[in-house]
């Protein structure tokens, strides 16, 4: 497979760890649009949040609270901060790797 957050997962690719478990790992997005811009991925591989399977209920719980632990570790939990998944191409998906951006450490804008 050659997916990029694959490749970090096992070490092939560095990356600005934040966090990291057995199930997941956290790292600084290499293009931020914000102070805080961190990525939270599962270890396992998952396209997108449309191929999230029964068995992956508690893996996503899980990731749920990793991205708890990245607001405080980033300091973002105190301000405010906001949490993004995109899917397919309409919305922007450019890896194939569920992930999650935690993106904050100043005022945040909506456009649509």
Not at 24 to 40: C, E, G, K, Q
Request: net charge negative; proline share 4%.
């Amino acid at each position: 497979m050659d997916c990029i957050f694959c490749k970090i997962v096992n070490g092939e690719l560095p990356s600005q760890k934040v966090y990291e478990d057995e199930f997941a790992v956290a790292f600084h997005d290499i293009n931020p649009i914000a102070p805080v811009h961190v990525l939270t991925i599962p270890k396992k591989h998952i396209s997108s949040l449309l191929d999230i399977g029964t068995e992956d209920k508690e893996l996503i719980g899980h990731l749920h609270q990793v991205l708890q632990n990245v607001a405080r570790i980033t300091g973002v939990d105190k301000t405010g901060f906001r949490v993004i998944t995109n899917i397919g191409e309409h919305g922007q998906q450019s890896v194939h790797h569920l992930h999650y951006h935690v993106i904050g450490g100043r005022q945040l804008e909506w456009k649509a």
